[in-house]
């Protein structure tokens, strides 16, 4: 039962490096997420998608770009790292549909970015 | 706008005292409303949620919460503290567009700590 893995969990870059984070569901949810979580800041979303091939902004979205070519992958880019983009980054997905599960959302273990 | 709060950034209760972490929330329609828990270095995990089948929502580890309409409030409660409960815990709201999926709005957490 994986269910929400992402890729690296710790990464370090220098300011102006690229890297993109992966974030891979098993559970054949339609909806997926990246947040970004700071200290006293809870958890605010950087963009999402509600299906393959399409994606969203979020509340924070400037210096991130994400692209969902495939319905179980979600990744998040970084072209140009700056230092105010030390966070710790979660990937989350959900199901489309009516009924109890709907709307709750199932999280990775996070990967935590210190850009130098 | 979908708004959430959390009175607290931390609070410290002793083993087997009575646990209450407070959230309020801003809806225009009807919520679903939720809770997460964080252990250190972990995702989120869903503890409860709230989709107005019943006022007071029973989740994982004897927690539960309690929906007021009028307070606009649902705060989350367990009887007698756990030290295994020492973790962080987000409230989180989405609105329900007539079907459609709606984003997870997050509180800005309360830290637990538990003392012997």
Not at chain 1, 24 to 34: I, L, T
Not at chain 1, 70 to 98: D, I, M, R
């Amino acid at each position: 039962n994986a269910g929400v893995t992402q890729t690296p969990k710790f990464r370090v870059l220098k300011t102006g490096q690229s890297m993109t984070l992966l974030c891979a569901q098993d559970m054949n949810h339609e909806y997926m997420y990246w947040y970004r979580q700071d200290p006293g800041m809870g958890l605010r979303l950087i963009h999402y998608s509600v299906g393959e091939g399409t994606t969203a902004k979020g509340e924070v979205p400037d210096g991130y770009n994400v692209s969902r070519l495939k319905k179980q992958n979600f990744l998040l880019g970084l072209e140009s790292a700056a230092p105010s983009q030390t966070s710790v980054y979660f990937c989350a997905s959900s199901y489309s549909g009516s009924g109890i599960a709907k709307n709750i959302q199932y999280f990775g273990a996070g990967t935590r970015l210190s850009v130098l | 706008a979908q708004s959430v709060t959390q009175l607290g950034s931390h609070v410290s209760v002793s083993e087997g005292a009575l646990v209450l972490l407070r959230c309020n929330y801003s809806s225009s329609v009807p919520p679903y409303l939720f809770w997460y828990v964080q252990y250190p270095n972990q995702g989120l995990q869903l503890l409860l949620k709230y989709t107005s089948a019943a006022t007071l929502v029973k989740g994982i580890n004897g927690f539960e919460a309690e929906f007021k309409k009028s307070e606009t409030s649902f705060h989350l409660t367990k009887p007698s503290a756990h030290m295994s409960d020492a973790a962080e815990y987000f409230c989180a709201v989405s609105e329900d567009y007539g079907g459609s999926q709606g984003n997870l709005i997050f509180g800005k957490g309360t830290k637990l700590s538990v003392k012997p």
